[in-house]
């Protein structure tokens, strides 16, 4: 009789956040193409194909991040591979957004930049540390 893996918490955590924020993707997407199929007619701007491109880049990387978290829930070793190279790469894009959004401080206050791209940058700092170190993980991965 094989052993039952054992899933941490934290990988529970994580792939329930990476699983809710890639539905929040995929129907955000699919939103931004219907607005961006629906709204192309003759004489249109290009803002219609901008919602649509926009749409259909969301909606492909909220089913690559599904993907990843029903991968992270099963205890693959390549969801693991996976979802510690995007969010290191997401730390990097969180923080050139912080520094891009120092320019106009004051608006970037008031608007919440600073602040999402520091919770962004603090998030995906934990994703990628606790799946590449964390002991627990790594025997659940194995």
């Not at 094989?2 to 899933?7: F, H, P, Q, V």
């Not at 901008?50 to 969801?79: D, Q, T």
Request: charged share 10%; aromatic share 14%.
């Amino acid at each position: 009789m094989a052993k039952k893996k054992y899933r941490p918490i934290g990988v529970s955590v994580i792939a329930t956040f990476i699983l809710l924020i890639s539905l929040l993707q995929i129907f955000g997407g699919l939103g931004l193409v219907l607005v961006g199929g629906t709204s192309c007619g003759v004489g249109s701007t290009g803002f219609c194909q901008l919602f649509f491109v926009i749409g259909l880049f969301l909606a492909v990387i909220g089913i690559f991040h599904f993907v990843i978290s029903i991968g992270l829930f099963r205890g693959k070793s390549w969801a693991r591979v996976l979802a510690i190279i995007t969010h290191s790469l997401s730390v990097v894009l969180s923080v050139v957004a912080l520094f891009s959004s120092l320019g106009g401080f004051v608006t970037a206050i008031l608007s919440g930049a600073i602040i999402m791209s520091l919770i962004s940058a603090a998030w995906n700092v934990f994703v990628a540390v606790y799946l590449a170190f964390d002991d627990d993980a790594e025997k659940y991965f194995r």
